[in-house]
């Protein structure tokens, strides 16, 4: 059997999760997806709250996965506990609330979303990705695993991707909020894309006003980012997997633009 995976890129404030709310469904229809992974860390611009969740999870996500700016919104420790369709990176050090990896069934299976994050120029405190890659999957009881990697570097996303071939049958990078064009499957069967992009205001930088980044850069005062306005658009890959020889068999990209 193939099973579709629908994975969609940083959700980014109000515009987002609208464009996210009125098109999701339709693209699941319209690829014959069968299980969708959103990543939502920036619901909040920086954070997701409790109520944004809830919001994606009805838009159609089957699983939520957040970032380095899980911690943003504190609200949503409770609810990381709570609710077992969101996750934050699995290798946060020490003792935060909440899981970095879930067993969800889909079509007959037991899919396994793991979400980690990257240490290579994000300023957190972090056990190594590759490390509890390996420790969760060795662990963990599931028909097919499948990664979110947190990342700014598309160097540790490309490693990580390869050092996961044949083990995951898809890994995505998220974070950058660029998508990039280089879907592909690896020697021993993982569908693999640096960046999915992200899903929100089209004319932006990364989602936020262009003059508050700017600001930023002429070393301006820093300011409260806001979120920019206008069309929005929504960056997601489609991975096509072999369920039984656990095999991305295609990956494309599926992206949305109003
Ligand atoms: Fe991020
Ligand atoms: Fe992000």
Redesign the pocket.
């Known amino acids: 059997m193939l099973l579709k995976l629908l994975a969609v890129g ?1 959700v980014v404030g109000e515009g987002g999760q609208d464009i996210l709310s009125r098109r999701l469904r339709g693209l699941r229809e319209d690829t014959g997806a069968h299980f969708t992974v959103v ?1 939502g ?2 619901a909040s611009g920086v954070g997701v709250t409790p109520a944004q969740a809830r919001r994606m999870l009805e838009a159609g996500a089957d699983v939520i996965t957040l ?3 899980t911690w943003n919104r504190i609200q949503i420790g409770d609810y990381l506990d709570k609710e077992p369709r969101i996750l934050r990176p699995a290798n946060y050090a020490g003792r935060v609330p909440g899981r970095g990896m879930g067993v969800y069934s889909c079509q007959g299976l037991r899919i396994a979303v793991l979400n980690l994050m990257g240490r290579l120029e ?1 300023n957190s405190n972090l056990d190594s990705p590759f490390k509890s890659a390996d420790w969760l999957l060795n662990r963990g009881s599931y028909d097919l695993a499948v990664v979110d990697f ?1 990342a ?1 570097a598309t160097s540790e996303k490309g490693a990580m991707a390869w050092y996961l071939d044949g083990r995951a049958a898809a890994l995505w990078g ?4 660029v998508p990039t064009a280089d879907c592909q499957i690896l020697p021993k069967g993982t569908g693999f894309v640096t960046d999915l992009g992200m899903t929100g205001p089209r004319r932006s930088v990364l989602g936020i006003k262009p003059e508050h980044s700017i600001n930023l850069f002429l070393g301006g005062l820093p300011r409260r980012y806001e979120e920019a306005e206008g069309n929005c658009k929504l960056n997601a890959c489609l991975f096509t997997i072999d369920t039984e020889k656990k095999k991305c068999v295609a990956v494309s990209r599926a992206d949305i633009e109003e």
């Open positions: 940083d990543n860390e920036n970032g380095n700016h994000l947190h700014e998220t974070h950058t909020h």
